[in-house]
């Protein structure tokens, strides 16, 4: 009698399987799916922060001549023309969806992962493929890859390793030097210097990237040559012909201080963050968008630890730098701390007043961390004699990947809205007044005004002088009716900041409201007096002149707007009312046509459009428009009367008749009993004219 099938033990061969994935195409493929998995919930998120500035409220992304101006103008707030110039081109393929962005971000983010890997090969550092997959699944850099804003980031890196790849590439298939020492170059160099040019113009801060080519030359062939300083004379000469301008950008040529602190204070917290950086990158957990910012005591012997460490551990690796661990280490090290160099605070860019570190700031610095991490899991496998030796090693990698991409995926799910955002961070910042006051801006378009009012106070209780906060707590007040305090939030912002457009703009809303409109119109005027491209002051401002019966200047407020804002079909109907009041029905008929292709549920331009038709003796026509507005608005008297008119001309008793019982009923029930008794009145007397065609018979046919 044989045997029966027996079960035979699985066993995980994690040796074989990384060997397998760590191949050139199964490695891609790796890297890829690993990537997608665990950014895959940012993928639905919406915009943020600084998002306004480059993209959704940037006019020049809408311009036509967008992508001049970002080259060769100073009309923006940073110098990064090449990354506004990809936002520019993308907004012409899915506008103000956010999803496109976040892809274009995640597909940059791989290719850096893939360059990485690539770079670490040239190099023969070991562990190339681990390297570049722990950089992929590395929490820190959820901030670079799923803010749109940090396209700047993703973009630079890419170009900065490809810069950095033919680089190589140029050494290798280079021509001699000629006889008086000039070093040989290439196409490959030329394409290098052209990378690196580009890259300064995703992002100022690879302007360390000729110090990282001479730190590479020495890994290479332990020495630098004159001939390695002549050759990246041209990309030292590129860095400090384009920093000036990004810095003039950064302070819009003002020279005006974001803090004022010593340099012995930019010093320290210099050190303090270079191990901050170090710990997050080590221990990836409690990730905030923003942290809390650093109030650095020179007069405190713990904020000289820092420095100190640093400057010890420093001087040993270099000492040891020619040993067999010491030449890894310093190598790691010193790539390091230049990648931090221009985020360490030595300068100030606008976000140093939240904060002075960032996780994206250390999306090109990681690259050291993780390739020292995979180098030495490599050399312990490499080391291992037995499958139960390398076990330990791939396992260890296994678990490391794991946890870095449960950790990605987490901190990718706070990026799916700004709300869970900035409460994450406020969590564990409390006192940062920028996060109060941003978190209120999302919660006001969702309709939670009190727990916005409650954030832009508690933003002014941190910063008073915040003229921003109050203009937004005046918006959150007047959407809860309480229109006195509304208005005098709008003035406290003005005087604070008495050229803040958007202030008078909201002023003058209130004013308009209570009829006040001789004020409402001083304020709108002012708006576009200094924010001449604000389509909608000049929209407002042509209402308010409608209601005073100036119908010229308003026709002029509402072409203004249009100019700014082609497709504002509100600014369409306002202008086809001008119209319509002057007695040009044609013309407002078709800008009222116009305004519903482009909000075809656009209820006042339904109505009106209506009545144009029904003047112009086109009720069948009229009839459509006047049960579209009543669609919207079931309970609007206007509407039914004017459709009573409609059918009655339209020859549709049954339907005049039902709809005048309906506008009786409607007019009782909002207190309009002498509205009621006159649409009584009316029937009464269409009724007996129906009759009256009724009983009338034409005579007979003779026989």
Not at 127 to 153: D, I, M, T, Y
Not at 444 to 449: A, E, N, P, Q
Not at 618 to 637: M, T, V, Y
């Amino acid at each position: 009698m044989s045997p029966g099938p027996q079960s035979v033990p699985v066993r995980l061969n994690i040796s074989n399987f990384w060997r397998t994935v760590g191949s050139k195409q199964w490695g891609v493929a790796f890297i890829v799916a690993a990537t997608l998995v665990a950014y895959w919930p940012s993928l639905s998120g919406g915009f943020i922060l600084d998002d306004d500035l480059l993209l959704t409220d940037n006019p020049l992304i809408k311009a036509p001549d967008g992508i001049f101006q970002f080259w060769y103008s100073t009309n923006q707030p940073d110098y990064v023309p090449l990354t506004s110039s990809t936002l520019w081109l993308e907004w012409r393929l899915w506008g103000m969806h956010p999803t496109g962005y976040h892809i274009t971000n995640l597909v940059l983010h791989i290719i850096a992962c893939l360059s990485i890997w690539q770079l670490l090969r040239q190099l023969s550092i070991p562990g190339a493929f681990f390297a570049a997959l722990l950089f992929a699944v590395h929490p820190v850099n959820v901030e670079s890859v799923a803010w749109v804003e940090q396209r700047k980031n993703t973009l630079s890196l890419v170009l900065f390793l490809l810069s950095l790849l033919w680089y190589l590439v140029s050494e290798q298939s280079a021509e001699p030097a000629d006889q008086e020492g000039r070093p040989g170059v290439n196409r490959w160099y030329w394409l290098s210097l052209l990378s690196f040019a580009l890259a300064m113009c995703s992002k100022g801060s690879v302007a360390i990237l000729p110090l990282v080519l001479l730190l590479i030359v020495w890994w290479q062939r332990g020495r630098i040559t004159k001939q390695d300083l002549l050759r990246s004379a041209p990309f030292f000469l590129l860095a400090a012909a384009i920093t000036p301008i990004i810095i003039w950008f950064v302070t819009h040529g003002s020279g005006a201080a974001v803090r004022h602190v010593t340099f012995l204070q930019r010093l320290l917290g210099a050190g303090a963050a270079i191990w901050f950086y170090l710990f997050k990158a080590l221990l990836p957990t409690h990730l905030l968008f923003v942290y809390p910012n650093w109030n650095i005591e020179p007069a405190d012997p713990l904020w000289w630890l820092p420095s100190a460490a640093a400057l010890i551990v420093t001087a040993l690796l270099w000492w040891r730098r020619n040993s067999r661990l010491g030449r890894p280490l310093f190598f790691a090290w010193t790539f390091y701390c230049i990648a931090l160099l221009p985020v360490l605070g030595f300068t100030d860019s606008g976000y140093a007043r939240f904060s002075l570190v960032a996780d994206h700031y250390q999306y090109i610095a990681l690259i050291a961390v993780t390739s020292l991490a995979a180098a030495s899991c490599t050399t312990w496998l490499n080391h291992a004699h037995s499958s139960t030796g390398r076990f330990a090693p791939m396992a260890t990698a296994s678990l490391i990947t794991g946890c870095l991409m449960l950790l990605t995926w987490r901190q990718s799910r706070l990026y799916d809205s700004p709300i869970s955002l900035y409460e994450a961070a406020l969590a564990e910042n409390s006192n940062s007044w920028m996060l109060h006051y941003n978190l209120g801006i999302p919660l006001i378009k969702v309709g939670h005004l009190q727990d916005a009012i409650g954030h832009f106070q508690r933003a002014l209780q941190l910063n008073p002088d915040y003229p921003e906060a109050y203009l937004n707590l005046g918006i959150a007040l007047a959407g809860e009716g309480k229109i006195a305090e509304a208005t005098d939030h709008f003035q406290h912002a003005l005087q604070i900041k008495p050229d803040y457009a958007e202030a008078h703009y909201n002023l003058a809303n209130i004013l308009a409201q209570t009829g006040h409109l001789p004020e409402a119109i001083e304020h709108y005027q002012e708006a576009v007096r200094l924010k001449s491209d604000f389509a909608e002051a000049h929209n407002n401002l042509s209402t308010a002149l409608y209601q005073t019966g100036d119908m010229l200047e308003a026709m002029h407020q509402d072409k203004q707007a249009l100019q700014i804002k082609p497709d504002y079909a509100e600014a369409m109907s306002n202008l086809a009312n001008c119209l319509l009041q002057l007695g040009y029905l044609e013309e407002a008929g078709e800008y009222y046509r116009q305004a519903l292709a482009l909000s075809p549920d656009f209820y006042d331009a339904h109505f009106n459009l209506g009545l144009v038709l029904l003047k112009t003796r086109r009720p069948q026509e009229a009839i459509k428009h006047f049960e579209q507005a009543l669609h919207s608005n079931p309970d609007d008297l206007d509407v039914c009367t004017n459709l009573i008119n409609a059918y009655a001309l339209a020859n549709r008793p049954q339907d005049a008749i039902s709809t005048a019982l309906k506008s009786i009923v409607l007019a009782r029930a909002h207190g309009q009993a002498a509205l009621a008794q006159q649409i009584e009145a009316a029937l009464e007397q269409y009724r007996a004219q129906q009759a009256a065609k009724q009983n009338f018979s034409p005579a007979g046919r003779i026989p």
